[in-house]
Each structure stands twice: as structure tokens, then as C-alpha cells.
């Protein structure tokens, strides 16, 4: 064959080197115009002194608020009390590195002898409601601490719980008259 010859795999290689170029000086070109400026002015709008970039205020106003409306659901046997848990959905890394033993789907703290999730993340307060006051009473819990198996006293005064402390689980009290918790003696 002939130095000028070409095969169909040549051609479309430098086919190919073609429309490739043409698709690098679009971009360019695209990058370079008002356009593409403006959008960037825009988005330096949003783009804090972190390095982080946001979304717009509106945006993050709904982020930030409290993921813990009230649900009238465990009434008291009062009818007038109603317990609100707070919860949280993540945990820190501090504690999801916390030692855990695994067998067979069985997930365990040694330092505290509790199952996992008792551990990292859950109710970690509460409040009461009052439907005559129209008010809530907030329930003082130790930091660090999670809360489970609510249960009411007959007259509707207390509720019995589990606190699950840095240091194990223990059975507490809270009284709805003050909001005050603390251990069963």
C-alpha cells in the first residue's frame, strides 16, 4: 500500500481526534463566556469563607430545625400528660469507635454490657405535655445520656424509664409536676 493509503481504522481515529478537539474548544469557549461567568458569580454567593458550599437560607432554615415535633402518642393515665421524646439520628465518632463485640447479629459494649444501640444513638431526652396548661415541661437528663422503656406510674405523676449512662443502665424516675430525674433508690 501506498504511504497516503488510509485503512477505516485510521480514519475514524483521526475522526475521532477531531470531534474530540471540537468538543475541548466548545468547553473552553463556554467556560470563557458571560454565561459561564455569571453562574460562577452566583455560586460564590454561597460559598463561605470554609470552603463549604451552602444552599440558599430558606434551604437551610429547614436543615436546622428541631426534627422532634410533637407527636401526642404515649398520653398518661391522667389524660392530661403526654411524655415527648427527643431523639437524635446520628451518633458521634466517638462512639460508634467505642469497642463492640458482633456475634451472629448480636452487637455488644463491653464497657457498659448493653446492646450497641442503647449506646450510640436514641431518645436522648424528653419532655412532658400538658393539654389543660397548654405547655411543656422539660425533663433534665445527664449529658451523654439515652432514655427507653417508658413506662407511666398508675396515678400519672412519674414515669419509670431506663437511663443508659456513660457508666451502665440504670432505672430512673422523672416527675411531671417539676421535670426532675433521677435514680430509683
Given at each position: 500500500?501506498?504511504?497516503?493509503?488510509?485503512?477505516?481504522?485510521?480514519?475514524?481515529?483521526?475522526?475521532?481526534?477531531?470531534?474530540?478537539?471540537?468538543?475541548?474548544?466548545?468547553?473552553?469557549?463556554?467556560?470563557?463566556?458571560?454565561?459561564?461567568?455569571?453562574?460562577?458569580?452566583?455560586?460564590?454567593?454561597?460559598?463561605?469563607?470554609?470552603?463549604?458550599?451552602?444552599?440558599?437560607?430558606?434551604?437551610?432554615?429547614?436543615?436546622e430545625r428541631d426534627t422532634n415535633y410533637a407527636t401526642l402518642d404515649?398520653?398518661?393515665?391522667?389524660?392530661?400528660?403526654?411524655?415527648?421524646?427527643?431523639?437524635?439520628?446520628?451518633?458521634?465518632?466517638?462512639?460508634?469507635?467505642?469497642?463492640?463485640?458482633?456475634?451472629?447479629?448480636?452487637?455488644?459494649?463491653?464497657?457498659?454490657?448493653?446492646?450497641?444501640?442503647?449506646?450510640?444513638?436514641?431518645?436522648?431526652?424528653?419532655?412532658?405535655?400538658?393539654?389543660?396548661?397548654?405547655?411543656?415541661?422539660?425533663?433534665?437528663?445527664?449529658?451523654?445520656?439515652?432514655?427507653?422503656?417508658?413506662?407511666?406510674?398508675?396515678?400519672?405523676?412519674?414515669?419509670?424509664?431506663?437511663?443508659?449512662?456513660?457508666?451502665?443502665?440504670?432505672?430512673?424516675?422523672?416527675?411531671?409536676?417539676?421535670?426532675?430525674?433521677?435514680?430509683?433508690?
Open positions: 500500500m501506498y504511504p497516503s493509503a488510509r485503512t477505516p481504522g485510521s480514519l475514524h481515529r483521526r475522526d475521532g481526534r477531531r470531534e474530540g478537539f471540537g468538543a475541548l474548544v466548545l468547553i473552553l469557549v463556554l467556560l470563557a463566556s458571560p454565561v459561564g461567568n455569571a453562574q460562577a458569580q452566583q455560586l460564590d454567593r454561597f460559598q463561605p469563607d470554609g470552603g463549604y458550599t451552602l444552599p440558599p437560607p430558606a434551604i437551610q432554615e429547614f436543615f404515649h398520653p398518661g393515665p391522667d389524660g392530661d400528660h403526654f411524655l415527648i421524646p427527643l431523639s437524635t439520628e446520628l451518633s458521634t465518632l466517638e462512639r460508634m469507635a467505642e469497642p463492640t463485640y458482633r456475634l451472629a447479629g448480636l452487637e455488644l459494649r463491653p464497657g457498659v454490657d448493653r446492646p450497641w444501640h442503647l449506646d450510640t444513638w436514641g431518645i436522648h431526652g424528653f419532655r412532658f405535655y400538658s393539654l389543660v396548661d397548654r405547655a411543656y415541661r422539660e425533663v433534665s437528663l445527664p449529658d451523654e445520656a439515652f432514655a427507653s422503656d417508658f413506662m407511666w406510674s398508675p396515678e400519672g405523676d412519674r414515669v419509670a424509664f431506663l437511663a443508659h449512662l456513660r457508666d451502665g443502665t440504670r432505672v430512673w424516675t422523672a416527675r411531671v409536676a417539676d421535670g426532675t430525674a433521677g435514680p430509683v433508690d
